[in-house]
């Protein structure tokens, strides 16, 4: 608070000077009409010096105690009606009016101000009176206006220390009595200061703030609730003298303590839509434009908030809906005011050039679109299912809206962080919509080929705004996604070459893009240490290509060169079967652990996947092999070759040791990876050098 008054400052030396002519020395009443008889060249002070706080609430507290004793007296000495003498009629009665020469005119500050006070629910509608009898104009009436000022100043910093400490309650507490003062004064107030209407602002703005903080630390609303309630003598006496002139209602909205999240966020940006259109009408955005700029950034974040908790919302309901039970009403409402909140932030954001916080609701409003999607997808069903005209509608407003982001930050520099977000949900939205696409065609409303195209160039943009090289936390999940697309996409064209009939040129476009994704997924996803499923699945495709392709050759030698090729895709998943071998071992030695414990844990391997998987892997090897051995045999007959007769017996040995391990019905799991391992060790030293086939 400050260190002086307004008539003037105090000394707070221990020691004043000495100050003889502070003092008259009157001889007779005659010379009090003699002001130059005590003039004083001095500061006036206090016989004693003012006590030393240190504390901001010791401070504010002291000076509430001042504020009070004075109310006090005001209030004592304010006579009743019916003491009051009676009036004279040559006395004419005082107006409440000012000039309006001087005032602005019926368009002045005041009559803004009474219209704002109606409008946040003042009963008083926009008139000044005393409850208790005060005169406008007389010294009671200016000395309770200057204390209940004091009073509300003094309350202000109170809140605003209890904010700092996270007292959230507490902070609430001291600024509904800080807004009560306010109300007070709006109410006795014939003139009203452009300072007067600054300090509501800046009253409001931290109470939306409190109401926020309030809002996202819901688990300690019981703790805040007793700060709130709990309340001194003086903060009741003051109250009490505040009652004798208004009801102090009119910003009661504003300081409930609320249990719903949903009227917590409403009422904290109320709080600053009122702040704001206090610093338009007042035209106090031109002075304090540091303070508005503050302003729209918390209007655009609490937006922002309230955007997110209807989108949210939204969600929660699509995941309850049950079947294929339509869209609701409520559902949509959701949306659009989820959008609504959106819209409005971004437009506080745009307004003070915030690029970052602007990228960011516009990537909350791609999520909502999305949301928006993947509703319309449940609401169709699994029957008969079709990639839909909404769901590409919404997904590209979604699209448009990431893209908008980018657009707003420029360049990675200015935020790295939400940059690499902004194109990993880039990335997912087009992902989506072409794995949906791809999985749900629409062939009902397009041709196959113009899918595939489609497909194509969605999938292609994912992988454009997937940072596989970018060092990151997500970089990763970066590297997942793009092994993942280049599987997909592999799989497609994979899929065209067996469905395409005829225009060779086509078919050979395709086995080279097949095998070129094929390639890319494989090396991705050897990058990995955590999937090593993936790869055996892109593997064993990659087998299956091999042997479409081996069934269309006629010669034997091309046959075997394709056999030699898929054994070696085989032998190189031994790194996956490793990281299997190594979780599973890890699994048992909890197991262990468990049982000697009382209890166990599981890693996140999934051991059915793993099964399915080892049983197909064993099956394609058990085939290669043996085809490998009737073409070997019979290639032997005709051209003798010791590297084709080491390369056979190898494979004999290993079809062999193949057979028991999958007719044996007692071995785990565990065992089973051993052997495969083993028998790809052996392949592996027989493929050091690969055989020379002869036409």
Known sequence: MPDSDENGSYSTSSDPPDDNTAVAVIKSVGELSVPEKYKSIHQIRPSCAFPVCHDTEERCRLVLCYVLEGLKSVDSSIKKERDLPAADPNTPIPLKYEDESTSGGPECLEKQMALFLDKMGSFQ?????????????????????????????????????????????????????????HDTYCCLCTNMLSQVLLFLCQCLTLCGDIQLMLAQNASNRAAYLEEYNYQTKEDQEILHSLHRESSCQVFAWATDVSTDLECQLSIS?????????????????????????????????????????????????QTERVGNKSISAAEQELWKKSFSFFEKGIHNFET????????????????????????????????????????????????????????????REIHPAVWDSVNWELSTTYFTMATLQQDYAPLSRKAQEQIEKEVSEAIMKSLKYCEVDTVSARQPLCQYRAATIHHRLASMYHSCLRNQVGDEHLRKQHRVLADLHYSKAVKLFQLLKDAPCELIRVQLERVAFAEFQMASQNSSAG?????????DIMIKTQCAFHLIQKELIKEEDKITAGNESGGGSSTNLNREEVIKLLGIFESRLSFLLLQSIKLLASSKKKIGNSEEEEVLKTNKQ??????????????????????????????????????????
């Open 269 to 317: 940006c109320k709080c600053y839509e009122a702040a704001h259109e206090i610093l338009l009408f007042s035209n106090l955005k031109k002075q304090n434009p540091e303070q508005h700029k503050q302003l729209l950034k918390r209007m655009g974040n609490i937006r922002n908030e309230v955007g997110v908790f209807y989108m949210n919302q939204a969600a929660a309901i």
């Open 654 to 695: 290993v079809y062999s040791l193949l057979l028991r391990a999958t007719a044996s019905k007692n071995m785990t799991l565990l065992d089973r990876i051993e052997v495969v391992l083993n028998l790809l060790e052996q392949l592996t030293w027989n493929n050091v050098k690969p055989p020379i086939f002869y036409t």
């Open 559 to 567: 046959k075997l060169k394709t056999l030699s090729g898929a054994l």
């Open 125 to 181: 509608k926009g008139k000044h009176s005393s409850q208790s009898g005060m005169i406008p104009g007389s010294w009671q009436y200016k000395m309770k206006l200057q204390l209940i000022l004091k009073s509300s100043k003094a309350y202000y910093v109170l809140s605003d220390a209890a904010m700092r400490l996270q007292k959230y309650g507490r902070a609430l507490r001291y600024i509904k009595l800080a807004l009560q003062c």
């Open 352 to 411: 003070i050039d915030d690029a970052t916080n602007t990228a960011l609701l516009l990537c909350n409003t791609g999520r909502l679109m999305r949301i928006c999607a993947q509703a319309h997808c449940a609401a169709e069903g699994d029957f008969k299912r079709e990639f839909s005209p909404e769901e590409a509608l919404y997904y590209n407003k979604a699209i448009d809206y990431y893209l908008k982001a980018l657009r707003s930050l420029g360049k």
